[in-house]
Structures are given as C-alpha cells and as structure tokens.
C-alpha cells in the first residue's frame, strides 16, 4: 500500500500544539510570550542566526512518524530548505520503510564548551542543547547558529549569591553575583547586553560555614525582572526548600531534583497547578549517589530520592522535561557525557513511571513548549527539519531510540 504525504495526512496537520498556553495562565502565557518576542527581535542584528542550508531537498520515504505520543501509519516526510515542507519533483529520495521518525532531541540541561560536544550530540540525534551556565560568554555565544550543529541556545553567566559557588569556584564572572533584590534588574540587564536566551539563577544550599545563598526576595525579583523582558528562568534547585522559594517566586523551569528528600504532594502539586517544568537530570542525580563528591555521604542521600520525586511530579501532572546536565568541566560535582547521556536519561524517566512515549515527549514537544521554540519539536509542515531516525518502536521500548539510522539537522544530514 502506498504510504501518505505527511503534508496529506489530517492527523499530522496541526501546525502548533496549545500545549504552552494550557501550561500557563492565559496573562502569563502572553506576557512571556510577547516579551520573548520583543526580546527576539532585539537580537537579530546583533547575534549569531540559523541560516537554512539551500538545495537540500529530499523525501523520506514509508516512515512512521512520532506525533502526540503515537506512531503514525506510514507516510513520506518531505523536506526543503531546512524545513519539512510538501514534496516536490527533483528531490533525493530516502528510504525509511521499517523505520520510526522521531523530532530531533532536546536536552534541556547541558553545559558546552567546544564545537566537538555540538558533533558529539548531532551522532546521538540531539539537535538542541540548552546550555545552563556558561563562564565563558563570548566563547559559548560563538557556537550559536553553527550550520550542521546542535543548535545551541544558552544562559551565559548565571546569577549566584555573594561568594556563591559559581563564583568561588567554577570562574563564573563577577557579574553573576547578586547583592540583593535591588541588584536583579542590573543583573538582567547585563545578560539581556550580552544576548542570552534564558536566565539561570543557582540556588546554593545553606550549609555550616558556607556562604548564605539567595533568599526568596532576591530570586522573586529577578524573575521579575527577567520576565518584563520577555526571558524564561531556570532555577537550579536540589531540596524540597529550594523547590518551594523557585516555585512561589515564578521560575519558569526547575532543574534538578532533590537528593536528600523527597518533594512533598503539595509541592509537586503546586508545580503542576503553577504549570511550571522540571528537568530533573536523573543522569546527574544518579552519578552524584553512586561517586559522591565528598569523603562521607549522608546516609539520607540515595537515589531514590529523585526517582520518587519524578514519579509524584508525573503523577501530579507537572511537565517532567529531558536533561542530563552533560558538562566536562572539572569544577563540576561530576562530568557527564554529551550526546549519549540523553539517552540514559530517557531511560531513567521511563523507571521513574513516565511512559516510552512521555519520555520522548519529554525530549522533544514539551522541551519545545517549555522553552518556547515554537518552530521545532514535532514534525509538522513549516518547522525545521530537526529529524531522528530510528529502527524499533521506541514508543514500547525506551532503548530502541539509540537504534539510530540517519539524523538531520536543519535539514543537513550529520548521521
């Protein structure tokens, strides 16, 4: 039987999903929305931009396509210009009989540094990188809009307590610190001049002799403050008490997850109700249980702390994302490998009670939704053509999505 143009096909015709303003209150939904907007427009003449590779035209053929947590029967995927569009004579045909078309992955929590961890995601179908912190803004912003790579979008220099541990020991500059809720506005100004994509604000446990970490005041005004120009924040949180002053303070994503404690329901069900998005790096929670960065783990430390912790979000109806906190940077609790580790990730959100499907929702449409990239995350006519093909159903089984046969991005084949 013939397989269908995905442009032909009515159950693969929705050009946007309403997923993002279900997320959030209507006035919060267009008050990011239209700041985001503003806020893009800024930086056109300034920073790097994605250019559409030209002439690369082709057709992949008797594919099943991953749409709303389904496969589809098979169809053609037809692709121009970087973007997936109708088919049209004169084009490359592929053959993808037998195989599952997924959107190109999403990690929502990366920390990159060298144009060969972009290469190394683009191998492992990761298409996206939303890099959480970078000391060295000029060198990370260099990366961006680089054709054939993971497309790269980052929160440049994070914001951190006086003497916090960005600070103190990872050479994040002295921009990041923030004396006090007076000081937010200068902070987001600095990072709107430099010409990040979000905001990060790392909230530093308080701990014996260490220095005290940002109070909720603090936080609330630069979510504020980063909200009036249009920026989503992202909070780096490992207790239930740093989950609780970023979700009354607005933050928009949550990364992490406690590894001391478990998050209370009414905690998980204020993060659903809020329509707010964890990303809880299981990849890095596990790690850091199984080789502690200290001499003496607390016994209450375990990993089933954070994978109960998922469990409850996803039983909440909170949005879980896909991240793994990917870095290889030697300052760091624990280096994690770029590219493959989403995959681990994906597979540890599937033991923590997320179906197949969630999970790669998770890496992909929500990830999208979350962070307002409204042009990729699902195959859709007009969205780019950030594409994974897979052999198996990873839909039954997690693990067949490193069953990879061929990915693009942007159109450009880089597997």
Known sequence: MASKSIAASSSLSRITSRRTT?????CRARRIYYGQLKHCLGRLSTGPTWRSPMGDRFILTGVRVFDSGELSAPVDVAVAGGRITRPANGTEVVDGRGAVL????IDTHVHIETVQQLQAYGRWGVTTVLDM??????ATSALRGLEGLADLR???AVACAPNGTAVRKMGYPSSSVVHGPQDAARFV???IADGVDHIKVVLDERLPFQPKPLDEVTVSAIVAAAHEAGLLVCVHAT?????RIASRAGADVLTHAPLAERLEVADTRRIADQGLAVSPTLVMMKKLVEHFPAPFKPKKITYTNPEETVRALHQAGATVLAGTDANSDPTAPNTIEHGAALH?????LVRAGLTPAEAITAATSAAADAFGLRDRGRIR??????LLLVDGDPTTDILATRNIRGVWIAGQAVR
Do not use: C, Q, T, Y
């Open 154 to 156: 980052s929160a440049g």
């Open 133 to 138: 912190g970078s000391p060295d803004w000029r």
């Open 344 to 348: 681990d990730e994906l597979d540890l």
């Open 22 to 26: 279900e997320r959030l209150p209507i």
């Open 189 to 191: 100004a600095d990072r």
């Open 102 to 105: 997924l959107p190109g992955l």
């Open 239 to 243: 207790s239930a008490k740093s989950f």
């Open 381 to 386: 006519e007009g969205l780019r053509a950030d």
